[in-house]
């Protein structure tokens, strides 16, 4: 078979930028397996992925310009309905063959297959391969129709009449494989090797592609386009921190994966320019000036080692002019009324208080069935006051209220409805300009944290205090009008505040139990279910322990500790690690063993376990060996325990085993006098209430 490399090319007008990278890899990806699936490319075949704001393409190694032929087995029916008892066809074989494209010539050649008790017909026939031209025309077809398209427009051909429907207005196709066009069709357009290359810097135009494996060569040649995305990105990066180095010492574009990715896909021949703004801009806070370059003008603000912000900000260009001056004086002139309106923005909003702002909120929906963010306002600052009173400090519970009732003012300042991604941010600023104490101002805009998983967390007592009372008050709201997350379906963000609150726990310091927690969001709202609240205990902890696993704990692990619902999550971390190392020892095999036959037992017990062992029913040695072993260990592991040391709890228990192994090989249990029963059963509960107070030793047995 004749292999060659292939490429394939449909140059558009531009393309979405956010989504352009999708694009073009999943143009490459489905293009590379349909051609496997038709046999046209081989399992191994390397697969190149280009896309720019005006084109798609795809370089596949290794296709075939045919498909080898293949052997097909056609099962028919069961031999007894397709001959008769002459052994001649019957009208149902006929039939079937007919359908086929065969006839009655056909019967000598069937092949007979016993398939369980009945024999089967088959006909086996050569399946001639596919040809690259047929198998390319469907390639391309179900590439495009499978590409992540949200919207797609709806244009008509040169020739007036045909309509078609794609992303954007497509104006040529290319399709080679090696040197040779395939002769295939879509959107109107015949396959050839004639492109087009950059639109002003181009070399020639149309560019023509020779061959497949020339492609990204000629276009950067000829055409001045850098065709690969990657490679684009790279380049950005290169050029935008040598300008970084240009425009000042330790200076540093800031970093933001998204605009990287976003400005790639904006530009094919990318050079980075350095502009500068007044440095009396610099008044504003910084964030609103980063945001509005980048968000606005996809510009690369320029941050010293200290983060702070520089007057000068990096362009990522398209044309390469001799003199650019006239293009960095275009893009400072742009940027001025951006940043002026900024500074307009944030010297209006100085005018008012935080506190004068919050009758306004009154208006301001939070949900149809939760009422205003005024008054979800209040149910914050009563969680966050309870949180502050429960972690014994008046001082906190005063300053947590009073940062929770503000926490939401800034939604109605003009920065923010000009900007919502700085909620939070600009009302830390305007809590300063009130002349509100720093711990108040941090906590305002810190309340959101985390925001996302590696996002920090609060960054004092207050901001921790508030942020848990804002993802309390959500998630117990949500919870109780039936707004809970379905598969993957959470327009509330309710798991990302559950993971926020379980970091805060188990990183923040803040050592209240879990239910208690969830008894002031509940308070809060005047009401307490039972149902709403096990609900929201459940919901939490399938999300600690799914992140736990995500931090490497195994299964076994988390499910010994977690299962037990541990109240105070910061403790958490500690138990894993006990665990970890119980399992290391040489008895905890056999202990978790017999820690789920003791479980076991007591749930067929039906209630019989007591709570207090009779020391004149304890007949075997055994039993009375066990007694002692529990009257010595249980208490220096309690002991422990109580202490926090969960190591060495777990490790004291492991003197159990002996005692244990023989009480199961020499005493039954399940005694045939009622008492002595029962006396055995509460034993086996001392036991398991001893054994399992760190965590659940059964979970471990495998």
């Known amino acids: 078979m004749n292999a060659r490399n292939l490429l394939v090319e449909i140059f558009v007008e531009e393309l979405p930028p956010k989504v352009l990278e999708t694009l073009g890899e999943s143009f490459a990806a489905s293009l590379a397996a349909a051609l496997r699936r038709d046999g046209l490319a081989p399992g191994d075949a390397a697969v190149s992925a280009y896309a720019t704001p005006r084109r798609l393409a795809a370089h596949i190694t290794g296709v075939l310009a045919a498909a080898a032929d293949k052997p097909v087995a056609h099962k028919l029916m069961p031999l007894a309905v397709g001959l008769d008892a002459a052994g001649n066809p019957t009208p149902a074989l006929l039939k079937k063959l007919g359908a086929l494209g065969l006839d009655a010539s056909v019967v000598s050649q069937l092949r007979r297959e016993r398939d369980g008790k009945a024999e089967i017909l088959f006909y086996d026939s050569i399946a001639r391969g596919a040809t690259l031209a047929e198998g390319l025309q469907k390639a391309i077809e179900a590439a495009l129709a499978a590409l992540p398209i949200p919207k797609v427009m709806s244009y008509q051909l040169a020739d007036g009449w045909t309509s078609v429907n794609f992303v954007r207005p497509a104006h040529a196709l290319i399709a080679l494989h090696g040197e040779d066009i395939v002769p295939v069709s879509v959107l109107g357009l015949q396959a050839g090797r004639a492109t087009h290359g950059h639109r002003f810097e181009a070399a020639a135009d149309p560019v023509i592609v020779q061959n497949a494996n020339a492609y990204a060569a000629v276009l950067r040649d000829e055409g001045a386009v850098i065709v690969s995305f990657a490679e684009r990105r790279d380049e950005i990066a290169r050029q935008l921190a040598i300008a970084a180095a240009q425009a000042g010492a330790n200076l540093h574009p800031v970093e933001d994966a998204a605009l990287l990715d976003e400005v790639t896909a904006l530009v094919e021949r990318p050079n980075v320019l350095i502009g500068r703004f007044e440095p009396e801009f610099l008044a504003v806070p910084q964030e609103c000036l980063i945001l509005t370059m980048k968000a606005n003008q996809k510009y690369f603000p320029l941050l010293d080692a200290n983060g702070k912000l520089d007057n000068s900000f990096l362009i990522v260009s398209n044309i390469r002019p001799d003199d650019p001056s006239a293009v960095i004086g275009g893009n400072e002139r742009v940027v001025r009324p951006r940043l002026a309106d900024a500074r307009f923005f944030f010297e209006q909003d100085k005018k008012k208080t935080l506190e004068s702002r919050l009758p306004a909120l009154e208006k301001v929906v939070y949900h149809n069935k939760l009422g205003s963010q005024a008054e979800r306002g209040k149910r914050v600052a009563a969680i966050a006051r309870a949180i502050g009173a429960a972690l014994g400090d008046a001082g906190l519970a005063r300053q947590s209220e009073e940062a929770a009732r503000l926490a939401k003012a800034d939604l109605l300042t003009e920065m923010v409805g000009e900007f919502p991604e700085l909620q939070g941010i600009m009302g830390r600023y305007y809590a300063l300009n009130d002349g509100l104490p720093p711990e108040v101002a941090d906590a305002i805009e810190d309340h959101y944290k985390p925001r996302f998983a590696g996002d920090a967390l609060p960054r004092g007592m207050t901001g921790k205090t508030v942020a848990l009372a804002d993802k309390l008050e959500t998630l117990f709201g949500m919870f109780s009008i039936g707004q809970t997350p379905t598969g993957d379906k959470d327009p509330f963000a309710l798991r990302r505040h559950a993971l926020g609150i379980i970091r805060i726990l188990l990183e923040g310091g803040v050592n209240i139990p879990l239910d208690d927690l969830l008894a002031y969001a509940a308070d809060s709202f005047g009401s307490g279910e039972a149902e709403v609240l096990d609900s929201l205990r459940g919901f939490i902890f399938e999300r600690l322990a799914g992140s736990l696993r995500e931090q490497g704990y195994t299964a076994h692990e988390v499910d010994a500790v977690v299962s037990l619902k541990p109240q105070l999550l910061g403790d958490i971390p500690k138990r894993l690690a006990a665990v970890r190392a119980f399992s290391a020892l ?44 529990l009257d010595e260990i249980a208490p220096a592991a309690a002991a422990a325990f109580d202490k926090g040391d969960y190591a060495q709890s777990l490790q004291t228990l492991a003197a159990l085993r002996g005692p244990v192994d023989d009480f199961f090989d020499k005493v039954m249990v399940n005694a045939e006098d009622a008492a002595l029963r029962a006396n055995r059963f509460a034993l086996l509960a001392r036991l398991h209430g001893a054994m399992n107070r760190v965590a659940d030793l059964s979970r471990l047995s495998v």
Do not use: C, F, M, Q
């Open 586 to 629: 040489p008895e905890a095999g056999a202990l978790a063993a017999a820690n789920k036959r003791v479980g076991n037992i007591l749930k067929k017990s039906d209630g019989a376990a007591g709570t207090a062992i009779e020391t004149a029913l304890l007949k075997e040695n055994a039993e009375i060996a066990l007694v002692r072993a």
